[in-house]
């Protein structure tokens, strides 16, 4: 069973930074961020294979960094110049490749970004 489990959301000024984690047993597999705002379908971030290879939304591209250490089963998203369009819940979920639909998923952080 695989559990993910999500930290570092909070309250952030607009053009501030906040860097996520997701601590889990499923790093073997590509490891991903998703957000889901009030009244939205959960929309993909960004993505991150085991071996590093990366893809992210455009609207988060050159802003935000997805990383891993698969040694600690640990994922980062690094969000910079963060907008309040950017606030959201932020899951963090797993699965067999890069746009593949996730077979397990964390229980969220909320990021709020004020203007």
């Known amino acids: 069973q695989v559990q993910l489990v999500e930290s570092g959301g909070g309250l952030v000024q607009a053009g501030g930074s906040l860097r996520l984690t997701c601590v889990g047993s499923g790093s073997r597999f590509s490891m991903a961020w998703y957000r889901q705002a009030p009244g939205k379908q959960r929309e993909y971030v960004a993505a991150?294979?085991?071996?590093?290879?990366?893809n992210y939304a455009d609207s988060v591209k050159g802003r935000f960094t997805i990383s891993r250490d698969n040694a600690k089963n640990t994922v980062y998203l690094q969000m910079n110049s963060l907008k309040p369009d950017d606030s959201a819940v932020y899951y963090c979920?797993?699965?067999?490749?890069?746009?593949?639909?996730?077979?397990?998923w964390g229980q969220g952080t909320q990021v709020t970004v004020s203007s």
């Open positions: 991150i294979t085991r071996g590093g290879s990366t």
């Open positions: 979920a797993t699965g067999p490749c890069i746009g593949c639909p996730p077979n397990y």
